[in-house]
Every structure is written in C-alpha cells, then in structure tokens.
C-alpha cells in the first residue's frame, strides 16, 4: 500500500463526565443531569497553561495563550505566536479577522490561502509612549469600530485608523450590547461610549467601588453585571437590582471572574470553584469544579460557539462543554457508590442497587439509603413498592429506609407470575420462594424441590418456566397448580452450549431465547429441543453478535452491547432503520463487568437507564441524532514535506514527497471520518492524514463523516497531482526518441563492424583449423615414426637381451670349458714333468674363468638393456645391496634359472637359493611374492 495513516488523534478528550441542568423529559423537572466535560491540557494543545481568553467563529475557537494565539479546528490545535513572542492577553473573532491584544501590542490575524494565520500589527501606528506599558485585557467590537481597551486606555480602530481615548480613571470590564459598548469606571459606576467619549449610565454609582468582571446579555433586555465581590447584579431601564438568592451568595464567596448566559441558564465562572450553571426557571445550579471533572478551578474567560458548546480558558488548560445533548449521569458529583446492578425509577426519584447499598438519585444529588449497605442484586418496582434483593434478605424500601421482608438472602430475580394477581416468584441463592401480597403485607414460602441459586426466571406460560443456574445453566421446570412446589425439572438442554458459566436468559417477543459466547440459541417447543436462533440473527445481521442489556417486554425499545463494548439502541428489536449508536465516549473504561453484569433499564422510548461502574447514564434514544449532524469534515492544512501548500489549488507533488492532509470538523462532534483516494476503499482516520508514493497522474482525496455505521456526510476532495519525473513528459520523449534514434545509428555500425570482424574471425579460424589439421597430421605421422621406432627398439632390445643372455650363456660355458680343462690339467700335472710349462698354462685358464672383466662388460649391456633397473632397485630398498645381490638381481630380471644363475656367480644351486632368500628379506618381499616376477616388473 502506497500511503499510511500515521495520525494522532489530539482531540484528546480526557475524562468525560456529564454535566447539566437542562432538562428533557418528564423525569428531568427535578433531576440534576450534566453535559460530558471535555478537558484539554498544555500537552494536548501544545502552549503555555495560562489560557487569557477565548472566541470563535463557526469553524474555529481561539485562545488567547501565554505562548501565543491558539487555534482549535475540531481535529487539531495549531500554535500562532506574536512576532515579539509576548503573552496574549485579549481575543476578539470579528469577520474574517481575530483580534487580539497583548503586552504593548495589539493587532489582528488573518487567514492565508494555506490556512495559516497571519498576524498584522496596528500598535505599531501609534507612537511607542501612547501604549507604554500597557496590555490589552479586553477586545469589543460595534459596528465598524474596534476597540481595545487596557486598564486605562480605550484604543479605537476605525476606519484604518486608530484613536486613543484616556478617561484619567481605571477602566474594568467592557460589553457589547444592542451596538452599545459599557465598561466599568472605578470610581464611577459604569460608563457608555457615545461620540468617542465615556458617559455614566444613571443609577450605577453603587458598583462604582466594587469590581465588575463580566456583564452579560440577559433575559428580557437586562444586563446581567459580576462583581468579584459582591455577585450579580441585573440593569434595566436605568435600574440597578442585586440578586437576592442563594445562588449569588455562593459567587460572593467564590469571586465571579465570568459570564454566559443562553437559553435561561447563567454559566458564572469563578476564580476559586469552577463554573457554575444556574437555571432560571428552576432556581436550580450545579457547581463544576476539580472534585467532579472540570480540570481547574480558575475561570478566567468564557465563551458559548455556534455549536452551544461552552468553551472555558482555564488557569490550567482548556474545558468544552455541551450545551446541549441526550445522555447525562446521575451520579454529578461522583460519590463513591460502587458498581450499579440495577435501577428503578418512582416518581421523580431513581434508585440504584449496587454493590455498596442502595442509593437514590434526586434534585440533591446521590444520596445512601440508611441501613442498605452491603451487595444489592436486583431492585423491582411492586405497585409503587420497591423490592430489593440484598445479601442479608429480602426488603421492601419505605421512607427512605429498608422494611425486612424475608431472611432469604441473595435475590438476583424477583417477578410477577403471569396471570396470578399478587403472586410473585424470587430466584435467591437457596433457589425460589413465593411471595404473595396480602392487605399490603408480604407472606413467602419457599418453592419445594428446587434447592440451587437462580440468577434468572423466564416464563413460557403460566406453570412453564424457565430458570437459570447461578453457574451451571438452564432447566425448564413445571409448578404445580398453587406454585408451592416443582413437579418436574428438565436438565438436558445444556449440551448444546459451549460454556454454560456466561449463559444468559432471555424472553424475546414470546421465545425463550439464550445468549452464550457471543451465539444467540432459542427454544423450539415442537420439538422440545434449544437450536440457533436464525431469526434474530438475520434482524441484527453485522451487530448479531450482540446481547440485550434489558429485558422487559413491557417496552418496545432494545439496549444491545456488541462484543466490542459498543452500546446501540432500537426502538424495536426488529426495527434496524431505528438502530442508533451510542458514542463509546460516554461510557468507555465505565461498564460493569463481573458476577453483576452490564444491565439497562427502559422507562419509556425516550428514558433509558445504562448501569455503569459508579454511575448511571441516562439516555433519551429520540434525541440522539436530532443533536447529532453529520457535516462533512474539511481541509485544514496540507504539508508538503512540511511546507504548507495553498487551500485554493491543486497540490502538484512528486512522488517522493510525504504529503500531510489535516481535516476539521465540528467541535466535539459525535461523527466517524474517513478517507479515500477514489477506489471506494475509505479508511477511518482521526483528521490526520499521511500519504506517501502515491500513483503518478491526477488523483482525488475524498472526505467524508458518518454516523452511526449508517449515515454518510456529503463527500470533500481535494486534488492532487503527482508529477511524473521529466523523464516521463515531453523531453522525455524527445530524448527517448532521439536516443533510440542514436542507438539504431550505433547498432547498424556495430553490426557492420560485427558482421567484418566475423568474416575475419571465419577466415582466421578457417587457417587456425587448416593449421591444427597440419599438426595433427604431423603428429599422427610422428606417433607412427615413434611407433615404428619404438616397435625397432622393442626389436633391438630383444635382440640385445637374446645377445646378453647368450653372452652370460656363452660366459658359462667358457667357464665350464675352462672349469673342465683345468681339471684334466690338474690331473695331468700329476703326471707330467714339465710342470712349469703347465702351471703357466693354468694361470691362464684362472685369468679366464669369471673374470671382473666379463662382468663389467654383462653390466654394461645389460644397463643398455635395462637402464633404470639398478637405480629403481635402490630406490624402492631401505638395506644396502652388495655387489653379489645385484649380480644376481640382473640374472634374475633377465629370468635366469637358479641352475643358469649358480655357474655364474661361481657357487651352488644351495648357494643360490641361500642367496635368493636372503636377497628376499633385504628386499622385505613376503613369501608367496615370485621374486623373478618382482624384477621383471622394475
């Protein structure tokens, strides 16, 4: 995906509580109700604390801040800082400009086409002792006139020019009204601005030594004036009253530093206990302070928007609250009641059960019941008797304290018996117990053979009921005739449940319905079995994974939870076009979770009871979307790698660049937005947007809000265009053209030039294979040279071992011969005289019988023969060979015979075979090797 919604959602609405005391139904007339608060720190809008004052127009609020001008769209706060970095003291929206005042300056801010503000100066036409220490605390405007006022001057812009009034006396709060501008005059009561001058209006000399801080619009064309110390005042007719009520006895002591009033109701801020709200009608106020959720208790400015929102610049940050709205709690000054288990309303009074006792809610407050405390279960509504299932028994609450009924403790349920006037049925934890009432005295008796907790009972008629184990799920049980005892329990539906520890009981439109692990089942009495319940899964569709809150068949309105904790209503549980959402800031981190459960009560189509973790939301289902419209959000700013772009034009982006879109919507608005970038894909965001490598070409970013999942906004854009690189437009082309132009150009030559070099490259390996034709026929008639010559040497050498063997054959027999003559000698020399004759003739024959001579010429021809035999004989012998063994290892490779052999070296064929085996351990040849075939392989 080519973009990404990297958003922080800083509307960050802190702790939201309820606020009011308009009214909207009957229950209202003596019921305190509140708007939720929401509360935005430093951290949040991103400046100083110190918030001076506040304005707005339709679009906008802006705060005058310690760090500058302050800018809230709905979505984003944006920081504008003076050129001089000075505190902002003053804040006036007049037209398309705001006004603002400061520290030796004042000016106003005007909106570029990118959406940023930019300030002009007007203090710096006068001359710098006209404004010498001086701040502008105040910002009025009448007519085309401006007027900034400090605590001595009156600085008129008009006209493009600006005029200094100074009325030598300290000038305290101003106001506007009917084009009439009043401030106070210490000293002199309060003054009217006619003709550039400062008259006293008659008979308000006696605020002339008190201090006015605010005065205000009132009813019937009255001023309502506040004084810091002695309250409000009201001024008609050139009448001055002082209000004489317990109300204005409370602003006396908290010093009234601000004031609004619309719509019958006065919303006095004070420096010491927050704001207060007083309706007029009534006589009736509520205070807001830090104990019940307003985040500071210094008011110093207020302001009411086009919204009825009522904005606050607060000591420590900055509160909004609604005027109007369809949900308040009960619980306004947050005791501390625990988790509420259940709710009835008698008269103009609501009474809680939680698990810290029981509580009534009225014009008071949340007030204890005396003596209820402990885990309250249930509380039911008996002919203007209330019944209530405590811990320790049963009880009747009469004269704001509990009357004991019965000792039987734990009563989850407690319900009338269908077509038994004055019989009733309670599950405890013991099981059930009739209660009937007599003469306005209660009588019970426990219901015989049911001995389990019951949480819950359903009817299916009038001797058919349904109960629900506290922990192991439902049996279908028959009364008998007078209710006294059970005749029969079925306990074989609860294997159609995965979990049975969660089942719910419901009597939906006659059926007897179960809600278990987010899966509706109901009863099907033809066949006496529970299976899916396929009906009301159609009528919720997407939401079918939702449990009802309520279950009181008397009315038609539904009170649903989805698994996400998401609250819905319909007024009829198959009416989906009426199906509203209740926004989850109203009770998000507050429901009841636990053994107790989530429950709501209806009181009528316009009256809803929501429990909650130490409180109670009070609905009135027909107001929601009346309060709520869905406007579509708009563009605020767009960063272009974080430069802003104009508002006015298309954004022409590369497709590198990181562009950031920040939308605006109505103040605290209740509605979802989301974006798209025309491929019917939208995607929630909270009015930040980030996108990054989008497509190249034009492209729409749409807007839009919904409510509710169902209702859409119309639908903003804006465009963008994500520029191709150059490469991609008119140039590229050319340039594309030109360069395959050149590379068509270059590849005709380079095939030319490749077309020669391989003609050439043809030719040269047609001679290169011509060449190696030539070496290979040299080379085959050199191989058949060196094979013939090679076959001529084979010949010759054996020619030449045939020669050397007949040489070392004919040197035998010539020593045979000699050997034989030389005996024949010997043996004549006995016989004849002439010995020396004969010695002389057998010294020859010794000189020639084996003589070195002969030998050195048969090892000459045999190293011709066998050239490397003696060398590879050493090589391949560790011992060293005498000359005896390498006669006899040259007669053995020429495979002479031991008989051939023993002549030779001039010993016996014992001789021989001595010599052989000791030439065989000198060679280190094992036995069974032939030692003539060991010499014929050397």
């Known amino acids: 995906m080519y973009f990404s919604d990297k958003v922080m959602f800083k509307k960050n609405y802190t702790h939201l509580i309820f606020i009011s005391i308009l009214f909207v139904t009957s229950f209202a007339t003596s019921q305190i109700k509140l708007p939720p608060i929401s509360n935005f720190n430093s951290t949040d809008y991103g400046a100083g604390n110190q918030n001076w004052g506040v304005d707005s127009d339709n679009e906008h609020i802006y705060v005058a801040n310690n760090e500058g001008l302050l800018e809230f769209d709905g979505v984003n706060w944006f920081l504008n800082k003076l050129p001089n970095k000075t505190i902002i003291r003053s804040v006036k929206v007049v037209g398309d400009k705001i006004f603002t005042g400061s520290y030796e300056e004042f000016g106003y801010w005007t909106r570029l086409n990118n959406g940023n503000l930019v300030y002009t100066s007007l203090s710096k036409f006068l001359s710098p002792n006209k404004i010498a220490s001086q701040s502008i605390w105040g910002i009025y405007a009448i007519k ?143 205070n807001l302070n830090v104990k019940n959720g307003l985040q500071n208790n210094t008011v110093l400015s207020s302001t009411i928007d086009a919204s009825k929102i009522l904005w606050l610049a607060l000591d ?29 309303k008698l008269n103009n009074e609501v009474y809680l059960a939680t698990n810290t006792g029981i509580y009534k809610a009225d014009n008071n407050g949340v007030n204890f019941i005396e003596g209820s405390q402990g885990h309250i279960w249930s509380l039911a509504l008996i002919n203007d008797q209330i019944i209530c299932g405590h811990n320790t028994g049963t009880y009747k609450i009469q004269d704001n304290k509990l009357t004991f009924i019965s000792e039987k403790n734990g009563g989850y349920i407690f319900k009338s018996i269908p077509s038994q006037p004055n019989k009733y049925i309670q599950g405890n934890y013991s099981g059930l117990t009739l209660y009937t009432i007599k003469d306005n005295n209660w009588e019970y008796r426990d219901v015989q053979n049911i001995n389990f907790p019951i949480k819950n009972i359903v009817f299916e008629n009038s001797y058919t009921a349904w109960v629900l184990h506290s922990y192991k799920g439902v049996y279908r049980i028959h009364f008998s005739n007078n209710y006294e005892k059970i005749i029969k329990i079925e306990e074989q539906f609860n294997k159609i449940f995965d979990n049975v520890y969660d089942l719910k009981l ?10 278990s692990n987010e899966k509706w089942s109901v009863y099907n009495p033809i066949e006496n079995k529970i299976e899916p319940f396929k009906s009301i899964n159609k009528i919720l569709g997407k939401d079918k994974n939702s449990i009802i809150l309520n279950n009181n068949s008397q009315n038609n309105v539904v009170v649903f939870k989805r698994s996400d904790n998401t609250i819905f209503i319909r007024q009829n549980i198959q009416d989906s076009l009426s199906q509203i959402y209740l926004p989850t800031k109203y009770y998000k981190d507050k429901l009841v979770r636990g053994e107790g459960d989530q429950r709501a009560v209806v009181i009528n189509d316009s009256l809803v009871f929501i429990s909650l973790y130490n409180d109670v939301l009070v609905v009135n289902p027909k107001k929601i979307n009346q309060n709520i419209k869905i406007i579509p959000p708009t563009i605020s700013r767009i960063y272009v790698n974080n430069q802003p772009k104009s508002l006015l034009e298309e954004i022409e982006i590369k497709k590198s660049d990181t562009i950031q879109i920040k939308l605006k919507s109505p103040h605290l608005s209740n509605n979802t937005i989301e974006y798209s970038l025309g491929n019917n894909y939208w995607i929630a965001t909270n009015g930040n947007i980030e996108l990054t490598g989008l497509p190249y070409g034009s492209l729409k970013l749409l807007v839009r809000s919904f409510l509710n999942f169902k209702e859409y906004s119309p639908i903003n854009s804006v465009k ?100 034989n003559i030389k005996k024949e000698l010997e043996q004549l020399k006995k016989e004849i005289i002439n010995k020396p004759k004969l010695e002389k003739l057998l010294s020859t024959i010794n000189k020639n019988i084996n003589t070195t001579k002969d030998w050195e010429v048969f090892e000459s021809n045999f190293n011709e023969i066998h050239d490397t035999f003696f060398k590879s004989l050493l090589k391949n012998t560790e011992t060293q060979l005498t000359a005896k063994d390498l006669k006899l290892c040259a007669y053995l490779k020429m495979n002479l015979a031991t008989k051939e052999i023993a002549p030779l070296m001039g010993i016996s064929t014992r001789g021989v075979e001595i010599h052989r085996y000791r030439l065989r351990k000198k060679l280190n040849l094992s036995n069974d090797q032939n030692l003539n075939e060991y010499f014929m392989k050397l």
């Open 144 to 286: 085309d006139k401006i007027i900034f006022k400090s605590f001595s001057d009156l600085f008129i812009y008009e006209n493009e020019k600006i005029k200094k009034i100074r009325p030598n006396l300290i000038l305290m709060a101003g106001f506007t009204v009917n084009d009439r501008f009043i401030v106070q005059g210490v000293g002199k009561g309060l003054l009217e601005l006619k003709n550039d001058k400062l008259f006293v209006l008659k008979n308000t000399e006696l605020l002339a030594e008190d201090r006015v801080q605010a005065i205000s619009n009132f009813k019937n064309d009255q001023l309502l004036i506040g004084t810091s110390l002695h309250g409000l005042y009201t001024y008609s007719n050139n009448k001055l009253e002082k209000w004489d009520n317990n109300f204005n006895n409370l602003l006396k002591a908290h010093q009234l530093n601000s004031l609004s009033y619309t719509n019958g109701t006065v919303f006095a801020g004070t420096i010491k206990k927050g704001i207060y709200h007083y309706n007029t009608n009534t006589n009736t106020f509520i």
């Open 316 to 344: 420590n940050g900055i509160s909004a609250i609604p005027i109007n709205y369809f949900a308040y709690y009960l619980n306004p000054y947050k005791e501390d009641i625990g988790a509420v288990y259940d709710m009835v």
């Open 506 to 515: 419901f009597n939906i439109e006659r059926n007897i319905a179960f809600f």
């Open 720 to 819: 963008l265009y994500i520029k191709p690189p150059w490469y991609m437009g008119l140039w590229g082309v050319v340039l594309l053209l030109s360069f395959l132009t050149l590379i068509f150009y270059l590849i005709t030559i380079i095939n030319k030039y490749v077309l020669i070099k391989h003609k050439k490259y043809l030719d040269d390996q047609y001679q290169h294979q011509q060449e190696i034709h030539r070496k290979e026929e040299a080379l085959k008639n050199e191989m058949k040279l060196n094979e013939l010559q090679k076959k001529q040497h084979e010949i010759e050498l054996d020619s030449k071992t045939k020669e050397l063997a007949n040489t070392a054959m004919g040197m035998t027999r010539k020593d045979e011969l000699l050997e």
